[in-house]
C-alpha cells in the first residue's frame, strides 16, 4: 500500500462544523484506509463527534484553533482577523508545511480562496486561480471551470485553465488525454470574444496531451461533449448556478404533478426507486468540491450546505487529486504550454 | 372589437418551411380571430398548405417570393443575396412599411438579426438590439436578455435592458410595474463587473415604473426571483443553453430510469398525465419566441425546429407585443431614463 495521505480538515466550516465534518471525515476513511485526517478547530466541539467514531480517532488529531472564519465575513476581514490562528487559516498552512497533503473546507469561499493565495501562492506565470466543478453529465462527469475566481479572463488565461482542468481530469478520470472544449456562444452572427478565439487557436495548435475539440455551447455542457468545458469565471458561474436551479426545478415540477391524483401517486409509489436513482444522479452533493486550480497546493472548497455524504465527496475529490499529483502536473504542463508560447512569439501578438 | 393585426410570417424560415409555419397561422388564429396574416415566400410551396385551411385562406395573403435564406448562410452573404427579394427580408420591410405589425421568422437568427437593424434600424439611442426569451418558472414565466445579440454590454446598455425587458413584461404578462433583476455572480470576493455595479445603481435610483430587485444568481431565474433577469448577450446565451441542455439531461435520465424495471416501468404507465404535464411545463416549444427589442418594429425569432405548436407559440408572443404596443412603449421609457441619466450627469463618469 502507499504511503498514507494526510488531509487537513477545516472542522469549524460550513452550515454544520464538526456535526457533519466528523463523520463525513468517517465516512470516506471506510473507502479509503490510506487516509490520516487533521481536524483543525475548536477541540471542545470536535473531541464529542469524535469519540463517537473510535475507529477513526485512532487516524485523526486534533489541531485547536480558538477562531473560526464566520460564513459571512468579507474575505478582507477574515484575513485581519483569521490570519495564523483561524481553523481555515492553519488548515491551508499545513499544506504548505507539508504536514498535509491536501485541505478541505466548507467555509466562506471568498475567504478561503484569499487566504489560500496569501498562503500557498499561484504557481509562476499564474495570475489567479481558477475554481473548476465537476458536473453530473448523461453518461458520467466533466469539469468546468472557472466557476466563479475570476470576472473575465484573458486567451493565456483561458488556455492556462484547459491545462489545469485536463490534468484535473487525468487525476479524477484515470484518462490519459482528456477531452477539451471552450464554451462559446452560437449565434451566427457573433463570433465569439477575441479571447476565446485566440484561446481557440492555441488550443488547436498545441502538441500537450489534449484532445481539444473546439467550440461547445452552454445545452452541451451535461451531454458529454468534453471531459473539460473552459469559460471565464463570470459565465462559468452562471452556468453551474442556472443548471443547479433548473434541476431543482425540474425536481419541483416533477414533485407536484406526480402528487395531482391517485393514479399519479400510485405510479410514484411503484416508481421510487427510479426517482431515487435519478435524484443521486442530480443532486450537487453527489459530485461536491470545487478545485481550486493554480496554487501551490490543493484545496477543495465544498458547499457550505453539504451533509455528510456531500462533505464526504469533497474529501475524496481532495484523496483522488493529492493521489494523482495534481500540482505536479499542473506545474509541468503549464510551464511546457508557456514555453511553447513564448517559442512561437505568441505572447507579443494575443491578447 | 380591436382593429385586427397584420402579422408578417416568413414562410420559408426554419427547418420545415410552409410545412409547419401554415398550420401554426392555423392555430394561433383560432385562437385570436383579429388577426390577418401576410405569407412571404414561394407561393407554389404555400398555396398547396393553405389549401388545407380553408378558414385561414380568407385571412392569409401570400406574398411571392423567389428567394429564402439557407439556415446556414452567413448573415453578410444573407444581405448580399437576400436584400430586396427574400421571403425574410420582404417580411421584415412590411413591418418598416406599414403594412403589417410584426413579424415572425423561424429563419437563420444571425440573417434575421443583420437584416432588421438594416432594415428597421435601431431606436434613438440604442446601440445594439438584445434578443429577450421568455423562461419558464415554478410559478409561471419571466423574460430575460440580452440572450445573444450582444457580448458585453456597458452599464447603459444593461439599464436599457431592463427598461425594453420591463416594457414587454407589462405586455406580455399584463403587469403595471413588473420586478427587474440584475444577473450577477455571489461569490464574495468577486464584486461584479463594474458595468454591473453601475447599472445597478442606476436602476435602483430610478423613478420609472420598475421594481427593481437588485441582483439574482444563475440558479434563481427559474424561481421566480424577477419578472425580467438582466445579463449582458455572452452569458445570457450561455444560462439559456444551459438551462435547456439541463432540462433535457433531467428528462433522459427519468426516462432511462424509469424504464429499468418492470416495476418502474408499470409506475410510469399509472402517472403517465405527470409526466405529460411536466414535459409541456418545461418544453422549450412551449415558450418559442425571442423577441429582438429595441428595434422601430417588433421581429420575433422563433426556434428553427419548432413544430406547428411552437411556431404558434411565437405568432402569439408577436401578437401580444403588437396589442401591446410594444415599440411606443419602450421608445417612451427609453426617452424618459435617458433624460433623467443626462440631467443627473451620471453619463459622464459611468461607463
Chains 1, 2 share one sequence.
Not at 459571512?72 to 497533503?101: C, F, H, T, Y
Not at 483561458?158 to 484535473?168: R, T
Not at 431543482?248 to 421510487?272: H, P, V, Y
Request: proline share 3%; hydrophobic share 45%.
Amino acid at each position: 500500500m502507499a504511503a498514507p495521505l494526510t488531509i487537513a480538515l477545516d472542522a469549524m466550516g460550513g452550515d454544520f462544523g464538526p456535526e457533519v465534518i466528523v463523520p463525513a471525515a468517517d465516512l470516506c476513511f471506510r473507502r479509503h484506509a490510506d487516509i490520516a485526517y487533521l481536524l483543525f478547530g475548536d477541540e471542545r466541539k470536535i473531541l464529542p463527534v469524535l469519540e463517537q467514531h473510535p475507529e477513526l480517532m485512532e487516524r485523526a488529531r486534533i489541531m485547536h484553533t480558538e477562531k473560526a472564519v464566520a460564513m459571512d465575513a468579507a474575505p478582507s476581514q477574515a484575513l485581519r482577523e483569521g490570519r495564523r490562528d483561524s481553523s481555515m487559516w492553519n488548515a491551508i498552512e499545513s499544506v504548505k508545511s507539508g504536514k498535509s497533503d491536501v485541505v478541505v473546507s466548507a467555509g466562506n469561499t471568498g475567504a478561503l480562496m484569499a487566504m489560500s493565495k496569501l498562503c500557498l501562492k499561484t504557481m509562476p506565470d499564474i495570475e489567479r486561480p481558477a475554481i473548476a466543478a465537476v458536473w453530473p453529465t448523461v453518461n458520467g462527469r466533466c469539469i468546468v471551470l472557472d466557476v466563479g475566481a475570476n470576472v473575465g479572463a484573458s486567451a493565456r488565461q483561458l488556455s492556462d485553465f484547459a491545462f489545469m482542468g485536463a490534468a484535473m481530469a487525468r487525476a479524477l478520470f484515470h484518462i490519459d488525454r482528456p477531452a477539451v472544449s471552450l464554451l462559446n456562444i452560437g449565434v451566427e452572427e457573433i463570433k465569439g470574444l477575441r479571447e476565446v478565439k485566440n484561446a481557440h487557436r492555441w488550443l488547436a495548435d498545441s502538441d500537450l496531451s489534449i484532445d481539444y475539440r473546439g467550440f461547445v455551447e452552454g445545452d452541451r455542457i451535461g451531454h458529454d461533449a468534453a471531459d473539460v468545458i473552459v469559460t471565464e469565471g463570470f459565465s462559468g458561474n452562471i452556468a453551474l448556478k442556472t443548471a443547479e436551479g433548473t434541476a431543482r426545478q425540474f425536481a419541483k415540477e416533477l414533485r407536484s404533478a406526480l402528487s395531482s391524483s391517485l393514479l399519479t401517486r400510485m405510479g410514484a409509489l411503484l416508481a421510487r426507486s427510479a426517482f431515487e436513482k435519478i435524484k443521486t444522479k442530480m443532486d450537487p452533493n453527489e459530485q461536491n468540491g470545487g478545485v481550486f486550480l493554480g496554487l501551490n497546493g490543493i484545496v477543495i472548497k465544498s458547499h457550505g450546505g453539504a451533509d455528510a455524504k456531500g462533505f464526504a465527496s469533497a474529501i475524496e475529490t481532495g484523496y483522488n487529486m493529492a493521489r494523482g499529483r495534481l500540482v505536479a502536473h499542473i506545474k509541468e504542463d503549464l510551464e511546457k504550454f508557456h514555453v511553447s508560447l513564448d517559442a512561437t512569439d505568441v505572447l507579443q501578438n494575443g491578447s
